[in-house]
């Protein structure tokens, strides 16, 4: 299995539940310290600048840590998608950096787009965390088409 894959089965989201669709496209991220301290919640939307709203939310959130893997570890995540479900890029991003759904938020493993892709910085971050290349990220994790 590569990390599309690995990462999708990973996010512990419900497949293919039904949202209502009448908000607009949007993704909140809640970040908790896991030694305690202040919730902070990151507001994501989808544009062709920032590309899907689960990964818009997760990049505001890499900025105020400086992408530093440390920092990362040490916060809980919470995802909540009400708009639509995760499509099958951004779940399985969700799933590789144990960010936890809300309940009503789900996934399904199709792509959305023509192709998909995440910010450098976001990409650099990913191969930091999982220990890999950013060619891997690439290759693995962006581009278009079903890679299983
Ligand atoms: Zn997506």
Known sequence: MGLLEDGYRAF????????DGSQSCEAVLQVTPVQGGAL?????????QNGHAEIHALYQFLKTINYDVTSFRAHQLTIECLAKACCRHCAAILGLLRAAPTVRTFKEPRNRGVSYSVPPDVRGFLAKFLGTTTQKIIE???????KW
């Open 40 to 48: 902070q919640t990151f507001m994501g939307s989808t544009s062709a």
């Open 140 to 146: 693995e994790l962006e581009g278009s088409g079903p």
């Open 12 to 19: 512990g989201a419900i497949e293919g539940g039904t949202n």
